[in-house]
């Protein structure tokens, strides 16, 4: 019988040894769908060995990354017969399909990691852990984001359309594209990552497949937008594992992170892979059909060849594409066709991708292939017709109503309008989207105003006589369940239209300031008259009047504005009394806008002209410099800014730079020394007949520079002698050392002083213990007593008392000694009287429990000392003979009390003869 149970059990133990290096898994995916706030349907792909029958699994374990985790059961394929579950679907290249589907509801809305791990990869794999990659695991992850419903939408990972099945050949290119497809148009992003065994834990041994056998001609590459992975030329026969990790983003925010997990199978046979001629990049305004053909051959003679394709455009709800060929292997070459009528919703801003493959059929599961990955954009078509007219200061647009996407109630969010000023030119190519860095710049957005067959809006943010020119784009964008727009997309820009408005009214050309005083400050204000054949003096008849307004600050307040000026002519050609100097003004301390008015026909109110400002310099001060910036607002053009300064040598305000805007350094200068400057704006307008170019000055402002800019911290290193200290050195002994750099020999000129602080744990606040007077003093020695566990930081003092930040915090630990005796001899000679440890450090306690040869305790104590003299609890005196010890020690750490990981055990020998 005992033989019996010895052969059951040895043959037990191989049929799981069997089991356990049974080669199995070779590519694999976690992907979800939410399904409700919380909820989401989790599919496990994998790829596996299809004649791996021992290592088959019917189910696997998902851990949820909630703490739970459960087991899911395969759901494609043929039924088992003995148990019912499906069986998963054999592919070509002796690879089976296996999907494993459950839906999870999470406790909240949080971050979570989805993994599944299976203690199986194949067998041989060349840049695993060889020659045993089978005993590596093979494991899964998914980064779940549950997004905030109201203002991200939900979200679903990605779709891996394009399996991993097939093969390389030694010398040949090798391609492989997931050809990852996100329903809602999220932008995806690729990298090559090492592959992992467990959670957070990549395999071992991993070596990057064109590392094998390195060469200039054996490199491997992975590109960041579309996922293609190219292998140029594989040098080695073998089985090769690499693994990509897909970045999900919406509106710039990671919201999923997939791990593909794959095997490559290169080969070394006579064979060359087929070859795939088709377009490579298309790109159409929706509502356009997509019509070419893809031709599958082979350059060795007598094989037949299959194409094939996978991609989004087959899989969009609406009018999905399609593709025609003839099916299975057939004599090359073979010509398919794509076809695809594109509408409105396919609109989107990252490009589909359609990926083909031609295979041959060389030997059963010896078969190449090549891929070739087309890109399609569908991009909204260009609003059609705008047309722009003017009128007495204002610019009505117009465009054609219906636009050809308008119907997409969801999706369509309307229109923006974007101008520039005529002049210059911009031509989008054809499938250009946007307005972006184009020159023009958006005025208004979400229009979708009708009247009658066409969309328009009123633009009165305009200035009499200049040319203005405008284009239209359509917006897009996907919707969540609470209405809330994400993904934006815009169309193709409309055609450019451009109006040149009347120059009715007149034009300021100047707000200038003339003298810096803050109760006598003086300002020059000048404007130039409108245009005669533009007014139509005939329907405009005089006397005409200019009225001049002012208010403090960069714009005109209608309600406090202030008359300073009035000027009537009684003709036209008499209205020639255009500037003003403005007296009485604080021009030391506030900036002015002004504003004219303009009256014919003895008082008639023909409109008032756009605000303009005076320019206004502000210098802010700091060490050995002057920072300038300055602010304006003016319905012209201000170019470029000269920057003037006070020269003590001439007494003369004189130019330093010419900058296009603000701000300006100066730098070099001398400390608690005053210095002034005023700017002269540089402007126009582009008009004929108006003053070109338009010169006004800043007040004057002065500014004296002080060190208010703290040093750069040094660099700190912290170091004592306990890692090497003997085991009998007591806490006391040890020191530490701290050593940092000059800041005045790299980054800070007038370092004076240093403050050391001090924290003796992670969890303690940081105390100034010292503080050292010479910029040279770089080392110091902290000597604590009972510790040397702390951080430490150190600050920079220049010689004005600015104090730098923090240095890096430097932490140095305890190294703390606990050991026991095996013997002592409670006999009453003095010697070796009690049990305790040898010389010992940086314990804080003990819990020891000492206990005879039956099991039974005998002392305990939390003392790290001890002191036992041999008796038991109850003061009796034990007999000679060995006891067993057990001890948590306790140490004092630089993030507090922690215990040993291991407890101290052992035996005690008491001996109490001579």
Request: glycine residues 6%; negative net charge.
């Amino acid at each position: 019988m005992k033989n019996f149970l010895r052969l059951m059990v040895i043959g037990m133990l191989c049929l799981i040894a069997d089991i356990a290096s049974a080669t199995h898994n070779r590519a694999g995916e976690i992907t979800y769908e939410q399904t409700g706030p919380l909820t989401f349907r989790v599919t496990i792909t994998t790829y596996t060995k299809t004649t791996s029958v021992l290592a088959d699994r019917d189910s696997l374990l998902v851990l949820w990354g909630d703490g739970s985790e459960e087991v899911l059961y395969r759901v494609n394929g043929l039924p088992d017969p003995t148990n019912g579950i499906p069986q998963g679907e054999p592919l070509p290249n002796n690879i089976k399909f296996n999907q494993y589907i459950a839906s999870h509801t999470y406790p909240g809305r949080a971050t979570y990691t989805i993994s599944m791990t299976d203690p199986n990869r194949n067998g041989e794999i060349l840049n695993v852990n060889p020659p045993y990659s089978d005993q590596v695991p093979f494991h899964l992850a998914t980064k779940l984001f549950i997004l905030n419903p109201q203002f991200q939408g939900t979200n679903n990972t990605p779709i891996l359309l394009n399996p991993p099945i097939d093969n390389g050949n030694v010398d040949e290119p090798f391609i492989h594209n997931p050809n990852a497809f996100d329903i809602e148009g999220d932008s995806l992003a690729y990298k090559l990552i090492i592959p992992l065994k467990d959670t957070n834990t990549v395999v071992d041994n991993y070596s990057f497949p064109s590392e094998i056998i390195p060469g200039p001609d054996n490199s491997i590459s992975l590109d960041v937008n579309t996922g293609e992975f190219r292998w140029i030329s594989p040098q080695k026969k073998g089985e090769y594992n690499v693994a990509f990790l897909i970045e999900e983003f919406r509106n710039g925010q990671l919201i999923s992170c997939v791990i593909r997990d794959m095997q490559i199978t290169i080969l070394e046979e006579d064979n060359r892979p087929p070859t795939i001629e088709t377009e490579m990049r298309i790109c159409v305004i929706a509502g356009d059909t997509i019509d070419f053909e893809v031709i599958g051959d082979d350059p060795d003679m007598g094989q037949l060849v299959q194409v094939t394709t996978n991609g989004g455009p087959y899989v969009v709800d609406s009018s999905p594409a399609v593709f025609t060929v003839p099916p299975g292997y057939q004599v090359p070459p073979v010509t398919g066709n794509f076809y695809w009528e594109t509408n409105c919703s396919h609109i989107r801003d990252q490009y589909y991708q359609v990926i083909f493959k031609a295979e041959d059929n060389y030997k059963d599961t010896l078969n190449l292939s090549t891929q070739k990955t087309v890109l399609i954009k569908v991009v909204a078509p260009p609003p059609q017709n705008p047309i722009a007219i003017g009128g007495s200061g204002q610019i009505n647009i117009e465009w054609d109503f219906p636009y050809a996407c308008d119907t997409l109630m969801d999706e369509f969010r309307g229109f923006s309008l974007w101008r520039r000023e005529c002049g210059g030119s911009f031509e989008p190519d054809s499938c250009q989207t946007g307005l972006a860095g184009s020159g023009y710049e958006m005025i208004a957005e979400d229009l979708m105003d009708i009247s009658g067959d066409a969309y328009t809006y009123l633009d009165t943010d305009v200035e009499r006589g200049l040319c203005y020119c405008y284009r239209v784009l359509g917006n897009f964008s996907e919707i969540n369940e609470v209405g809330f727009p994400f993904n934006f997309v815009e169309s193709i820009a409309s055609e450019e239209t451009c109006v040149q408005l009347q120059r009715d009214l007149p034009l300021i050309t100047n707000v200038s300031v003339q003298t810096t005083d803050i109760n006598n400050g003086q300002m020059f204000v000048q404007w130039s008259k409108p245009k005669g054949e533009d007014l139509d003096t005939i329907q405009n008849p005089g006397p005409y009047t200019y009225t001049l307004y002012r208010s403090e600050g960069f714009n005109i307040d209608d309600a406090n504005k202030q008359l300073v000026y009035s000027t009537t002519s009684p003709t036209f050609w008499q209205a020639i009394d255009t500037n003003f100097v403005d007296t009485g003004l604080n021009t030391l301390q506030r900036p002015y806008a002004y504003q004219v008015g303009f009256f014919v026909n003895g008082g008639d109110s023909l409109g008032v002209t756009s605000d303009a400002s005076s320019v206004f310099l502000t210098v802010n001060s700091s060490d050995m410099r002057n920072e300038l910036t300055w602010e304006e607002d003016v319905p012209w053009n201000n170019l470029e800014y000269v920057v003037f300064k006070f020269m003590p040598t001439t007494m003369l305000f004189e130019p330093i730079d010419t900058v296009p805007s603000p701000p300006y350094l100066d730098l070099g200068l001398i400390n608690e020394v005053e210095y002034c400057y005023y700017i002269e704006s540089i402007g126009t307008y582009g008009i004929d007949g108006i003053l070109d170019p338009l010169l006004n000055l800043s007040q004057e402002a002065c500014g004296t520079p002080i060190d208010t800019i703290a040093p750069c911290p040094p660099m700190l290193e912290v170091s004592n002698n306990c890692p090497d200290a003997i085991d009998t050195a007591p806490a006391s002994s040890f020191i530490n050392d701290l050593i940092w750099n000059n800041p005045n020999n790299s980054c800070a000129p007038d370092v004076a002083q240093y403050n050391i602080y001090y924290a003796a744990s992670t969890q303690s606040d940081f105390q100034l213990i010292e503080t050292l007077n010479s910029a040279e003093d770089t080392t110091y020695s902290h000597q604590i007593g009972n510790s040397v566990a702390g951080c430490y930081a150190i600050t920079a003092i220049d010689s004005v008392g600015n104090e730098s930040v923090f240095s890096n915090i430097a932490c140095v630990d305890n190294c703390p000694i606990y050991t026991l005796p095996n013997v002592f001899t409670p006999n009453g000679d003095g010697d070796n009287e009690q049990f305790i440890p040898f010389p010992y450090r940086f314990i804080a306690s003990i819990d020891l429990k000492i206990f005879n040869r039956w099991g039974q305790l005998v002392f305990e104590t939390t003392d790290p000392a001890i002191n036992w003299d041999g008796t038991n609890l109850n003061g009796q005196a034990l007999e000679e003979g060995v006891y067993f010890y057990t001890a948590d020690v306790f140490e004092q750490r630089l993030d507090g009390i922690i215990k040993r990981t291991e407890p101290l055990s052992g035996y005690v020998h008491i001996i109490r003869g001579n």
